[in-house]
């Protein structure tokens, strides 16, 4: 696996969500919770964030935003698209929620295996 920049990452240094986005019912805004919760390393539980509070000020970091974007990707069988992954991707539950949307409609969780 690479990085945005390139950099090779070993399986090991990430975990990805242990089981498959088919929930019918459950919003993106649930299954981007559920990566943080197990990518994110945050300084507070996620439970405690609004949609739109600041990740960074939660303690995402930079590795932690590689993180959270490899299991999005896993997660949702993308590849996002360099133009795309910016800061403010990873400002906050919504946003990050926002950019999966564009590249899976969330009608589709439920049918993806």
């Known amino acids: 696996m690479r990085s945005p920049d390139g950099q090779s990452i070993r399986d090991g240094d990430i975990r990805a969500p242990r089981e498959k986005l088919t929930h019918p019912g459950k919003s993106m805004k649930h299954h981007v919770r559920r990566i943080l919760e197990e990518t994110a390393c945050l300084d ?5 964030l609004g949609d739109n509070d600041d990740l960074y000020a939660a303690g995402l970091s930079s590795l932690g935003t590689v993180r959270v974007m490899l299991a999005v990707e896993e997660a949702f069988a993308v590849e ?12 906050s539950i919504a946003a990050l929620a926002g950019v999966i949307a564009q590249l899976v409609p969330e009608e589709s969780i439920a049918t993806r295996s």
């Open 80 to 91: 996002i698209p360099g133009a795309l992954i910016t800061h403010d991707m990873f400002a």
């Open 44 to 48: 507070v539980a996620v439970e405690t």
